[in-house]
């Protein structure tokens, strides 16, 4: 199957930082990935959804000026927590769709913010 | 937009056992249901998925239903081990046309098999 990895694994930083997250596809392009976000206990929540060489679309709730994405590339999307505060620690992951129905998901990112 | 529901949230079976997770969805449009394995602080692995012209597929001890008049399908586990305990996540996807390609995942089931 195909294989999304995301860098890095865990990232801890101070209030007011910037994090940003790299989502790669390995072994095939992606012109759509998507960004999740999960809580401890919850379930995968869609933040956006990120279009090679266009802007992402952000679902409602979720501010596009705290959370830069940027696709620039048909195999790496980024994103980018702006600001950081303690309540945006959070499991981070992405997942490409390659054309068909299944989304391969990458390993995550565990973001904690002190 | 979609909405899925998953129950039970929580689920003990004995070792052995068959283990059954529900879920419903709202949009009649939704035509692709995978259903995910997360075990803690990794990715959700696909287990089984089917698709909307399918009422039923099977993979070894995993099956899945689908009933697309009533909206809603079915996780089944028969001869569950301890290695099946973990997160399971249902959920439905539109076509693939812009922003249908999403998925909606449901609420979770945790799910323990006792030795």
């Known amino acids: 199957g195909a294989v999304v990895s995301q860098h890095p694994s865990r990232v801890i930083c101070k209030s007011g930082t910037s994090v940003k997250i790299e989502c790669r596809s390995l072994?095939?392009?992606?012109?759509?990935m998507f960004w999740y976000r999960q809580f401890p206990k919850q379930s995968l929540m869609l933040m956006a959804t990120s279009n090679e060489g266009s802007k992402a679309t952000y679902e409602q709730g979720v501010e596009k000026d705290k959370f830069l994405i940027n696709h620039a590339s048909l195999t790496l999307s980024t994103l980018t927590v702006t600001s950081a505060h303690p309540e945006d620690s959070s499991f981070y992951i992405c997942?490409?769709?390659?054309?068909?129905?299944?989304?391969?998901f990458g390993p995550g990112t565990r973001l904690t913010v002190l | 937009g979609e909405n899925v529901e998953q129950h039970p949230s929580t689920l003990s079976v004995q070792e052995g056992d068959s283990a059954v997770i529900k879920c419903t969805y709202s949009?009649?449009?939704?035509?692709?249901f995978p259903w995910y394995k997360q075990e803690l602080g990794k990715r959700p692995q696909l287990i089984i998925d089917?698709?909307?012209?399918?009422g039923e597929k099977k993979d070894q001890r995993i099956a899945v239903t689908l009933n697309k008049t009533a909206k809603h399908f079915s996780l089944h586990i028969t001869e569950t081990q301890p290695e099946d305990s973990a997160v399971y996540f249902c959920a439905s996807q539109g076509s693939l046309s812009g922003s249908a390609r999403q998925l909606t995942f449901g609420s979770g089931t945790q799910l323990t098999v006792l030795p």
């Open positions: 949009d009649s449009a939704s035509n692709y």
């Open positions: 089917i698709r909307s012209n399918v």
């Open positions: 072994d095939f392009q992606a012109t759509t």
């Open positions: 997942s490409a769709l390659p054309g068909r129905n299944e989304q391969f």
